[in-house]
C-alpha cells in the first residue's frame, strides 16, 4: 500500500499555547532557543511557542503557515549543524512532549517495545528501563497499559535502546529526525533500524500516524498522502543511490521504501516528529577496552584483525590517533586529575576503544580472539584499559569525551586572539576497502600543511571525525580548503559527506558534494510537496534561496 | 608478607534517591560498587606489593551472593585472593557484629596476617567503626585516617601518615596492625584487560557461618548491639534560580531584578 490519509488535529487555539512573543524578548531571557551545539551564529525569531500535546502543535503550524511565518522545530538543541537554530519568524519548542506513554510486547515480532512523545531523552528511556519504572503510565495509562508494565517488570531479564549517540539528553524525537547513530552502530545499526512506528505532524497542521512495514513506495516511486479536504499530494522519491555506508546526508530513498523511512532522517524538513515506537533488545553486561598500541598504523591493523574475528562480536570500534593520545597526555601531565585516568602509558602511540558483551563470571578462554588480535599487532593486553562495571564504563566514556572538549577549550582559547576561528570536524565515511586510502589522504595532506589536528571516532563503521585545529585564520581558509577536498575524496570513493551529525544549515553547502543539481532537485520536490511555501525548517539542508 | 583488606559493596551512592514517603533507599536499577574507600584501601596494598616481591593480598567482603562483584574487581585491581562471608545469620549486622565477623574470619583465612586494610568508612552507612573495632576485637594497633604509608624493610613496622585537623601526624606502629585509610592524593586506578583475564583465574573461597568460630547468638541481627530505628533525609533546601543563556550584562541586569522584586535590594 502506498496510499495514506492524514489526519487532522483539532480542539486547540493558539492563545493557549504557552509562548513568548518578541524578537527582544526571546533574545533576552531565552537566548538558549536561538541556538544548539553548533554554535551557528545568527539565530533570531520572533515567536516562540511551547506546546504541550499534538493538537497544540497542529494549532501552531496551521496558524503560523496562515500568515507566512517560517517555523523552526526544535528539540533538545544537541544537533551539532545547526538544525534547529531559527533563521526568522517562530521556533516551536517541543520540550513539553516528555513523557512516555507505553511499553508494550509485540507478538508477531517478539519484541518489546517502548511509545515515547518526542521530547523524552535517551537518558531519560533509559533510567525508566533500567528501573523498570514508568511513572506516567502508572498514574495515567489505560488498565491495559498498566498490565504490560507488569509484565515488563516480572521479567527477570532487563531491556535497553541500542541507539546510543554521544550526547545522551538528545531527544528521541531529535535522534529519529536525524537517523542518528553513535559508536554502537557498528553493531547494532542507526536508528533507523530501531523504529517501529512515528506520527508526524505536517507543516499544514495534519497528522501522518506511520507504523512500519504497511507503506510502500509504489513500482513507479511513488507515495500518495490524501489531506483531510482529500487532496492528494504526490511523492516522488528519489533516484539516487545512497551509499552503502553510514550516512545522514540526504533523505532516505530506495526502490520500494517504507515511507517511515521518508521522515526518519529527513531532518524535520517534511514535519515533526510527535511520537515514536522504537524496538528493545535483552540488556547484555559489557566490556569496554581501551588498549593501546604503538602507532596509528598499528591501531588500524588492529581494528581490521578486531573485525575479522568473528568469534567475539564487538559493539563498537573507535579510534585515538597518536595526535589525539599526545593531546590528552599532555592535558594529563599539566593536570594528572583532569582526565579522570590513570597515567596513559608511556608508550602508547595511539589506541582503539572497544567493546562487547561479558560475564564478569565468565572463564579467561573466551578471550583468547581478542589477546591473540592484540598481539598479532604489536600490541600487549598489559597496555590497556578494561571495565566492566557501569560507573567504570562511564569514565571510559568520559575519557571519550574529553578529547572533543580539550580541542574545544584549544579552540576557545585561540579565539581571544582570532575571533572568527573554529575547528574544523570531518564527519566523513568510506566504504570499508577504502579506510586505509581515506586515512592515506588524511594523513599526507594533513602532514604536508603543518597544521594541528588528531582524529579519533568511529573507525569500525569507517568514519574517523579528523578535527583540524587552526591556530589563525589564514589555517582556517587552509583548512576549509581541506575539508571539501577531504569530502569530494570521500564521495570519490564511494562515502559519504555526512555519517552521523546531518546536513542541518552548518553543511548544506556540502549536499551538492554529494548529489548532482537533478537528485536535489528530487529531494526538493518532495519538499515542495509538503511545504508549499518552505515554511518549516527553512535553511536546513538546503540553503535559503535553493530553489 | 600478608595483608588482608576488608571490603564492602555498597549503592552507587550519586544514584540513590530516597523515597519521599518511606524515608527508605530506592535501590531499584542503582548498581552496586566496591565501596571507594574499601578501593583505597586496596590501592595501598597493591602499592605496597609493587615495593615488594613477598607480598600477597587478600580481600575480605562480608554481604550477600551479590557482594562477589565487588571482590571480583578486588581481584581485578590486584588481590590476590577473595574471601567472601555469605550466610543468611549474617544479616541485619550492626558495626560490632560486622567487626566480629570480619576478625574472626581473619583469624581464619589469613591467621599470620602482617596488615589488615580498610577504608576509613562505607559510604552508605558512614559511621566509620569497622576498622576500628576489627583492630580492637583482634587486639592490634590501629592507625587511622592514613593518607600514605610504607612498610619497612627490616622489621615489622608501618609507617603511616595520617591526616588530622591541623596537618598530618606521621604514626609508626609495629605489625600486625590495621589502618584505615581516606582518599587521599591516590587517583583511581583502572585493571588493563590482562589483570581483568588474570582476575578469573585468582582463588575465590565462599565462607559461611559454621566456618567461623563464633556462636550464632554473636552473628548478625541477634549479635547487633545497635537497631536502625528510623532512615530520613536531610531537610533540602530549595534549589534556587539559575541564570542562563545570557550575556554576562543580560545575565547581570536579570539578577538584579529578581533581588529587586524580591526586595533585597
Known amino acids: 500500500m502506498h496510499e495514506i490519509h492524514t489526519k487532522t488535529c483539532r480542539g486547540a487555539r493558539l492563545e493557549a499555547v504557552r509562548q513568548i512573543s518578541g524578537f527582544t524578548e526571546i533574545g533576552k531571557g531565552y537566548a538558549g532557543y536561538l541556538t544548539d551545539e553548533s554554535k551557528y551564529p545568527g539565530g533570531k525569531a520572533d515567536f516562540l511557542f511551547f506546546p504541550r500535546d499534538e493538537s497544540e502543535l497542529s494549532a501552531v503550524f496551521k496558524e503560523m503557515a496562515s500568515c507566512g511565518v517560517p517555523v523552526t522545530v526544535a528539540g533538545a538543541r544537541t544537533g551539532l549543524v545547526g538544525g534547529c537554530v531559527p533563521l526568522s519568524g517562530a521556533v516551536v519548542s517541543l520540550e513539553r512532549l516528555n513523557e512516555i506513554h507505553l511499553v508494550y510486547y509485540d507478538e508477531c515480532s517478539e519484541e518489546w517495545r517502548v511509545r515515547a512523545q518526542c521530547a523524552v531523552s535517551l537518558r531519560e528511556l533509559d533510567r525508566c528501563l533500567l528501573a523498570k519504572s514508568f511513572p506516567w503510565i502508572e498514574k495515567h495509562g489505560t488498565e491495559e497499559s498498566r498490565e504490560q508494565l507488569a509484565r515488563l517488570q516480572k521479567d527477570p531479564r532487563g531491556y535497553f535502546y541500542p541507539p546510543d549517540p554521544t550526547e545522551r539528553s538528545a531527544s528521541l524525537g531529535g535522534t529519529v529526525a536525524t537517523n542518528a547513530s553513535g559508536a554502537r552502530t557498528y553493531r547494532y545499526g542507526s536508528t533507523r533500524n530501531w523504529v517501529r512506528r512515528i506520527r508526524v505532524m505536517l507543516p499544514n497542521g495534519e497528522l501522518l500516524d506511520i507504523p512500519r512495514g504497511k507503506y510502500f513506495a509504489s513500482p513507479s516511486r511513488e507515495f500518495l498522502i490524501y489531506d483531510s479536504a482529500g487532496t492528494p499530494l504526490h511523492l516522488k522519491i528519489p533516484s539516487y543511490i545512497l551509499p552503502e555506508t553510514k550516512n545522514t546526508a540526504g533523505i532516505f530513498s530506495a526502490p520500494s521504501m517504507d515511507l517511515i523511512d521518508l521522515f526518519i532522517g529527513s531532518e524535520g524538513i517534511f514535519g515533526a516528529i510527535t511520537s515514536i515506537d522504537v524496538a528493545l533488545l535483552e540488556r547484555e553486561e559489557k566490556i569496554s577496552i581501551v588498549q593501546f598500541v604503538d602507532s596509528d598504523e598499528k591501531a588500524l591493523d588492529l581494528v581490521e584483525t578486531l573485525k575479522d574475528q568473528k568469534a567475539i562480536p564487538l559493539d563498537f570500534l573507535e579510534l585515538y590517533s597518536q595526535e589525539a593520545i599526545h593531546l590528552l597526555r599532555d592535558r594529563q601531565q599539566r593536570d594528572s586529575k583532569s582526565v579522570g585516568m590513570p597515567p596513559i602509558p608511556g608508550e602508547a602511540g595511539a589506541g582503539v576503544f572497544f567493546e562487547f558483551s561479558f560475564s564478569p563470571d565468565s572463564g579467561s578462554t573466551e578471550f583468547e580472539a581478542i589477546i591473540d588480535a592484540v598481539r598479532g599487532c604489536g600490541g600487549d593486553v598489559k597496555n590497556s584499559w578494561a571495565a566492566y562495571e557501569p560507573r567504570e564504563l562511564d569514565r571510559l566514556k568520559n575519557f571519550r569525551h574529553i578529547l572533543p572538549e580539550t580541542v574545544n577549550a584549544i579552540i576557545a582559547e585561540r579565539k581571544k586572539q582570532h575571533p572568527g576561528l573554529h575547528k574544523l570536524g570531518t564527519d566523513l565515511a568510506v566504504p570499508a576497502n577504502c579506510l586505509r586510502e581515506m586515512w592515506r589522504i588524511y594523513t599526507e595532506r594533513l602532514r604536508s600543511t603543518g597544521m594541528q589536528w588528531l582524529a579519533f571516532g568511529h573507525v569500525g563503521n569507517n568514519h574517523v571525525h579528523i578535527n583540524i585545529l587552526p591556530r589563525d585564520m589564514d589555517e582556517l581558509a587552509q583548512g576549509l580548503n581541506l575539508y571539501r577536498e577531504f569530502a569530494l575524496e570521500a564521495v570519490r570513493l564511494g562515502g559519504t559527506v555526512s555519517a552521523e551529525h546531518g546536513i542541518g544549515k552548518l553543511k548544506a553547502p556540502y549536499l551538492k558534494v554529494m548529489y548532482n543539481a537533478e537528485h536535489i532537485q528530487e529531494m526538493m520536490d518532495i519538499k515542495r510537496t509538503l511545504d508549499p511555501l518552505s515554511l518549516l525548517n527553512p535553511g536546513d539542508m538546503f540553503e535559503v534561496g535553493s530553489s | ?265
Open chain 2, 1 to 265: 608478607m600478608k595483608i588482608v583488606v576488608c571490603v564492602k559493596q555498597v549503592p552507587e551512592i550519586n544514584n540513590v534517591k530516597v523515597n519521599p514517603e518511606t524515608g527508605t533507599l530506592v535501590r531499584e536499577g542503582v548498581a552496586s560498587v566496591l565501596n571507594p574507600f574499601c578501593e583505597y584501601a586496596l590501592d595501598h596494598a597493591v602499592g605496597i606489593k609493587s615495593a615488594r616481591s613477598d607480598v600477597s593480598i587478600v580481600c575480605i567482603s562480608m554481604g550477600p551472593p551479590q557482594a562477589r562483584s565487588a571482590l571480583m574487581r578486588c581481584l581485578d585491581l590486584g588481590a590476590d585472593e577473595a574471601v567472601l562471608l555469605c550466610d543468611r545469620k549474617f544479616a541485619g549486622a550492626d558495626t560490632w557484629a560486622t567487626a566480629l565477623t570480619l576478625a574472626s574470619a581473619v583469624k581464619k583465612v589469613s591467621p599470620d596476617f602482617d596488615l589488615i586494610l580498610t577504608g576509613k568508612q562505607a559510604i552508605d552507612g558512614d559511621t566509620a567503626q569497622v576498622g576500628p573495632e576489627v583492630a580492637e576485637i583482634l587486639g592490634i594497633p590501629q592507625i587511622t585516617y592514613a593518607v600514605d604509608m610504607e612498610v619497612a624493610s627490616i622489621g615489622r613496622r608501618v609507617r603511616v601518615r595520617r591526616e588530622s585537623e591541623n596537618g598530618y601526624e606521621i604514626v609508626t606502629a609495629r605489625m600486625p596492625a590495621l589502618v584505615s585509610v581516606v582518599k587521599g592524593e591516590m587517583l583511581r586506578r583502572m585493571p588493563s584487560f590482562a589483570d581483568i583475564v588474570a582476575a578469573r583465574g585468582k582463588p575465590f573461597r565462599l565462607v559461611n557461618a559454621d566456618d567461623l568460630l563464633l556462636d550464632e547468638s554473636q552473628l548478625g541481627l541477634q549479635g547487633s548491639y545497635t537497631r536502625v530505628v528510623r532512615v530520613f533525609p536531610p531537610c533540602v533546601r530549595k534549589s534556587g534560580r539559575k541564570v542562563e543563556g545570557l550575556e554576562a550584562l543580560d545575565a547581570a541586569h536579570a539578577i538584579i531584578e529578581f533581588l529587586r522584586a524580591e526586595g533585597f535590594i
